[in-house]
């Protein structure tokens, strides 16, 4: 398999090393005003420092990469960023990416609560820090019956969690998007109960495949595809993988989520990709590979059962999709 | 100063003219690969779409001819009809070659299994007759009275696409909302002017 090569940006979109520098500057003159102007018990504390630094060091060099895509060819990263689901910037595929630039990530931070010893909202510069990133090449399969390859960059939630030290009672875990009417727009209306919330079963959550991505293609997550930080489940229907985490809380019953809330009939809490129980109104048997022509078959745990059918066994999954 | 006939075939191609333009507007997109992601869903949404608002417009003429009496809308009805049903036959098509790709054994499976696509293979054989029927010849052939209630199908049609539409739509409906507001006014209309302007047709 030939290596993909990422495509070059165009020197016309690399911020020039002057502005970059001045900006840079700028903010070191900021925090220390900031600093200095705090209680004086602040000053033997160093100013914050912001993910972006944190992750562009933890990107810098080759990174380890595993293809779990059986050698696919990889989605174009154009395709990726412009045909995406994110209904806080609208319901239309090119929504994302044309209100993308709305999104407000820095600084950000997640809260992680509930049935954890270690509780607390956490800058995500420390979220970040001391995880070994990697690449991790999974197939994407949208409910919506379409497909992607995505070179996705991140660390297993299991790695997350387990700094935070779960306790016994700790049997699924949420998560909960950012809530920002006022920049998202889509939040304005009420498509879904905002802001947006997922949850897996705890074994789900610590399996090795699920990561924790805050990047793809070799960069930081672009807005539209959920950054800074977002979840990636590859062998659940795509709207499981929420985006823009902002929350992550342990409980002890299973929790709801706004699809299941939106329409308890067509969204199950598993929505593990499976081409024998289709949604009501479509058939899921087959998927359409973005940038192919045709359709592919769809495979059973989206390609991903010998790592994951155990999780289910016994489980009637036309009853539990 | 041109005579009448001569002033309404003039019409006649400048609203063939205008009925052209979403069809040029779509070659261009493709051509120029302003599609996106996937040009073959776009195009199937495209043509779907423009089918559709061009049947509401269609049912809207008599109402506004109603309204304004101006003659031109009822000259233009029967070419913006015929758009419409243009557009839908190339909806159907674009699903079956583009989305498809002629996957005949999938194309029957679905139109067997999925109500959404045999709401929209009802409502596209319904509007056969009504264009094989929308020449003048057809209408005197067939006697006003006959021909004006064979081409109230075009309400059932109507009814059928925007179910089909409505049934496919995830989360946000707003549109399939508007369509269905646009083709219930105009059903108030179509049957309130029956009831209250007795007999007369149009």
């Not at chain 1, 990636?232 to 342990?250: D, M």
């Not at chain 2, 779409?49 to 003429?61: D, K, P, Y």
Request: some cysteine.
């Amino acid at each position: 398999m030939s290596r993909y090569r990422y495509p070059p940006i165009p020197e016309s979109e690399v911020t020039p090393w002057e502005l970059f520098e001045q900006r840079r500057r700028f903010l070191k003159r900021g925090a220390a005003l900031a600093v200095a102007a705090a209680a004086p018990g602040l000053l033997f504390t160093p100013p914050a420092r912001a993910w972006q630094a944190t992750l562009a060091r933890q990107l810098e060099g080759e990174l380890p990469s595993r293809s779990l895509a059986d050698g696919e060819a990889l989605t174009d990263v154009k395709d990726a960023t412009t045909y995406n689901n994110f209904y806080e910037f609208g319901t239309r595929k090119s929504d994302p990416e044309v209100y993308a630039h709305r999104l407000v990530t820095a600084p950000w931070s997640v809260a992680i609560e509930g049935e954890v010893e270690k509780a607390g909202t956490f800058a995500l510069e420390d979220v970040l820090a001391g995880q070994d990133l990697e690449e991790r090449i999974y197939r994407l399969r949208c409910v919506e019956a379409w497909s992607m390859v995505i070179p996705w960059i991140g660390f297993p939630l299991a790695e997350l969690l387990k700094r935070h030290a779960p306790t016994s009672r700790a049997r699924y875990v949420v998560f909960e998007s950012i809530l920002d009417p006022d920049n998202l727009r889509g939040q304005r209306r009420s498509i879904i109960e905002w802001p947006y919330r997922e949850a897996l079963r705890i074994d789900e959550a610590m399996h090795p495949l699920t990561l924790m991505a805050v990047g793809m293609y070799g960069e930081r997550m672009p807005n539209q595809n959920g950054a800074p930080i977002r979840l990636v489940v590859p062998w659940k229907y795509g709207f499981k993988s929420i985006k823009s985490v902002v929350k992550i809380r342990l409980v002890e019953e299973q929790p709801t989520t706004s699809w299941i809330d939106q329409n308890p009939e067509e969204y199950g809490f598993y929505a593990n990709v499976n081409p024998e129980v289709d949604h009501p109104r479509w058939s899921q048997a087959r998927e359409r590979r973005i940038g192919e022509n045709g359709r592919r078959e769809t495979l059973m745990f989206n390609g991903y059962a010998d790592e994951v059918a155990e999780l289910y066994a016994g489980m009637d999954l036309n009853k539990h999709f | 100063m041109p005579d009448a006939s001569q002033r309404i075939l003039a019409f006649r191609l400048l609203v063939l003219l205008a009925g052209s333009l979403p069809a040029v507007w779509l070659a261009w997109q493709w051509y120029f690969g302003d599609l996106g992601a996937v040009p073959a869903e776009a195009v199937v949404h495209f043509t779907g779409r423009t089918g559709l608002i061009l049947l509401l417009v269609t049912i809207a003429f008599s109402p506004a001819f109603r309204l304004t009496g101006w003659v031109g809308i009822m000259i233009a009805r029967r070419q913006i009809g015929l758009w419409a049903f243009f557009w839908l036959v190339a909806h159907m098509l674009a699903w079956m070659g583009l989305d498809q790709f002629w996957d005949w054994p999938w194309i029957r499976r679905e139109m067997v299994d999925l109500p959404y696509i045999r709401y929209g293979a009802a409502a596209l054989l319904l509007l056969v007759p009504l264009a094989l029927t929308s020449f003048r010849r057809m209408q005197k052939a067939m006697g006003y009275t006959a021909w004006h209630w064979l081409h109230r199908l075009v309400y059932v049609a109507a009814a059928l696409g925007v179910t089909h539409l409505w049934i496919l739509t995830r989360a946000d409906y707003r549109m399939p909302m508007l369509f269905a507001a646009a083709l219930a006014v105009l059903t108030v209309f179509r049957v309130g002017d029956a009831l209250l302007g007795g007999k007369r047709d149009a």
